[in-house]
Structures are given as structure tokens and as C-alpha cells.
């Protein structure tokens, strides 16, 4: 049988019951009794462009969570800051960190394509060899990275020359950046400096399939590509199809899951969760309606900024923002009497979280300016 033949064949999730499948992986629907630790490599990172999501996004998941288990992670070298997938910041746990980011250099590569006019004349390798020893001699900021290598290719972009080094080396931030309510500049080392051993190899892509499945699935090839930043994974799953379970969406796409993976009922309860800018939820599928809807499509962002997102009954459906002395609510439509004391309990849980001692009130108003 023909794949257009199987998955025309295959059973059809709807929108909602592919939303409550997403956030069941998520972490999302229940908080989850895991540690910090488990989390993260449950979830194979944590976008982290900014320093703390990383903390809202555990916060929003995880059952006693505390702000120090993830500063913990990150000061004794068991969780790093580095770019990977999709070529951003992601938290990912030591471990993933060596075999993940082995595994989009494709895409890193990829990236300096854009830079070749700056790099006119550089010998890559060198450049790796060179970048390589001044960050293991001491963490160095882009702009010293830049400063240095500008000195040894004078006809050089600068700025591509350090994004050169950034592509070609898995650079991890150094503590004390990333730390709860102690970060710091952006210094850059390697990552098998760092955490003292070198990288692995990386994993076959069959295996960062089963484990982008386990997390966000049900998905598509498409979707996995685009949390990936990757390409040309249609083989895996071909070669995985035997073991998987596969359905269509509403728009007839295929989907591929693990057979065992929860699929709740559509009518699942989902309490308000309250995320941090960029998280994974709405990155990692290429088609975003089971958690974006179309009506709603765009309004997490505003220009370069992304915001602080609000989900109701599963869905996008609000923003907020922390200020000095109140927790600002910005809901896109008016919200039931039930859900409005609902999202405000969640409020509140959050903000016991996050900010034990400081006192916050919460109110309803326009977050964006």
C-alpha cells in the first residue's frame, strides 16, 4: 500500500484532540510529579533565547517546582545554555547538549551561507582551531571573540567571523548567565570544556524522532522539521513506520505517533496555563492550530518581541506581563465568569512559585504598548 493510500486510511484527530494529545506530552494538562532534570530532557530543551523561560516554562509544568532546582542544574554543569535547535538558545541537559547539537550542525552550517561575502578568504578550519583555543583559555564574549579574530583576518566582517566561530563550534554560555536571579554576561566556551568530556556522536535520527514524538507528538514530518531546524527526515520515519501508529488532521495531513503515547479524550479538562515568551508549545509544529487559533494567529508577537502567553481551555487565548507590583492579565475576548477565576487561581499558583514572599496583585488590562 502506497503512503497517500495509508494515510488517506488513517484515523482522523481533530483539532481539540490533537490539543489535548500536545499538552499531555507537554506536561500541561496535570503538573507532573518530575525533577527538574527529567523535565528538560523529557522535553529535549527548553527554549531559552532569554534567561528566564526556561524557569515560567518548568514552573507552568512541573509539581513543586522551585526557581533553585534549574539554577541548581545549571551551576553544577548538569543543564547548559546552547544553540540548537532551530538555530536558537535551548536549556538542555549535558548529556543532550553533546549529541544534540552534533546533530543540527547541518543547520548551523547551513547559516553561514548567509555570511560568505564577510568570510571571503577565511579558512574555516583555522578559524575553528583559533576560536576553539581562546574560549578554552578563558570564556570570551562574541565581542572579544569578534575583537580577536578580526585581528588575524583584518579584511574580514567582524560580526562574521565571530558568527562563523558560533557556527562551527558548540559554544555553551558560561554560569553565572542563565542563573535564577543571578545571571550575567554572555561568555562563551566549548561545551566539552565546559562539562569535561568531549561530544558524542550524533544519535541516528530515528531516535530524536521516537523522543520528538514522546514530547510533542502527534506530528508530522513537516512538524518535526520545523522544531528541528532540520531537513530531509521523511527517511526516519519511513523507517520507523512499522513501529508507529499513524492518523490524519482535519486538513488530511499524516501524523505519526508511538503507539503507547497518551491520547486523552478531546473533552479533557485543561486548566490556564500561564508560559514564558518562546515557548516550545508554540514553536515546534508546522501547522500551530492545535494550540494557535487562526483567529489569534500572530498576536504572541509584536515586531522582534514575543510575550508572555496565556492558554485557556488548552488554546491561546491571552497574554501578561509581571510588573513591579502586579500581575497584568491581558485576555483576547471576554473571558466566563469560571474560566476568569480560573486563570486567576493559576495566577496566583504561579506567582506562589516564582516569587514566593513578594506580594502581587493581579488584574485584568492591556499588556501590549
Avoid at 43 to 68: C, I, M, W
Amino acid at each position: 500500500m502506497t503512503t497517500t493510500k495509508r494515510s488517506a486510511t488513517a484515523p482522523v484527530l481533530g483539532t481539540r484532540a490533537l490539543n489535548r494529545a500536545t499538552l499531555d506530552r507537554q506536561l500541561l494538562l496535570r503538573p507532573a510529579r518530575m525533577s527538574a532534570a527529567e523535565a528538560v530532557e523529557h522535553l529535549v530543551g527548553l527554549q531559552a533565547q532569554n534567561v528566564k523561560p526556561p524557569y515560567y516554562a518548568l514552573a507552568a509544568r512541573l509539581d513543586a517546582f522551585t526557581p533553585e532546582a534549574l539554577s541548581r542544574l545549571m551551576a553544577d554543569r548538569s543543564a547548559v545554555r546552547i544553540v540548537t535547535m532551530r538555530s536558537t538558545i535551548h536549556t538542555h541537559t549535558a548529556d543532550d547538549c553533546l549529541t544534540l547539537r552534533p546533530l543540527v550542525q547541518p543547520a548551523r552550517d547551513r547559516e553561514l551561507v548567509a555570511f560568505r561575502k564577510g568570510l571571503a578568504g577565511v579558512d574555516l578550519d583555522r578559524l575553528a582551531a583559533l576560536a576553539r583555543d581562546l574560549v578554552e583559555e578563558a570564556p570570551r564574549t562574541m565581542g572579544e571573540l569578534r575583537e580577536a579574530l578580526a585581528q588575524q583576518w583584518p579584511d574580514a566582517d567582524p560580526q562574521a567571523l565571530a558568527v562563523a566561530a558560533r557556527c562551527r563550534l558548540p559554544l555553551v554560555q558560561v554560569t553565572p548567565r542563565g542563573l535564577w536571579e543571578r545571571s550575567g554576561q554572555v561568555r562563551l566556551t566549548t561545551a566539552g570544556h565546559w562539562l569535561g568530556r568531549a561530544a558524542e556522536p550524533a544519535p541516528a535520527p530515528e531516535a530524536v524522532v521516537l523522543r520528538y514524538l514522546a514530547a510533542f507528538g502527534p506530528a508530522s514530518v513537516k512538524d518535526m522539521q520545523t522544531w528541528a531546524g532540520l531537513t530531509r527526515l521523511r527517511a526516519a520515519f519511513e523507517r520507523l513506520r512499522p513501529g508507529l501508529v499513524t492518523f490524519r488532521d482535519a486538513g488530511g495531513t499524516e501524523l505519526f505517533d508511538l503507539p503507547d503515547a497518551p491520547r486523552p479524550d478531546p473533552d479533557t479538562p485543561a486548566p490556564p496555563r500561564f508560559l514564558p515568551e518562546f515557548d516550545n508549545l508554540l514553536l515546534s509544529h508546522a501547522d500551530r492550530t492545535r494550540v494557535v487559533p487562526p483567529e489569534h494567529r500572530g498576536r504572541s508577537w509584536q515586531g522582534n518581541v514575543a510575550h508572555r502567553t496565556l492558554l485557556v481551555d488548552g488554546f491561546l487565548a491571552g497574554l501578561w506581563r509581571l510588573d513591579e507590583d502586579a500581575l497584568v492579565i491581558e485576555p483576547f475576548g471576554r473571558l466566563a465568569r469560571a474560566a476568569r477565576e480560573e486563570v486567576v487561581a493559576e495566577g496566583e499558583r504561579m506567582l506562589r512559585t516564582m516569587h514566593p514572599g513578594t506580594s502581587y496583585d493581579i488584574r485584568f488590562g492591556a499588556v501590549r504598548t
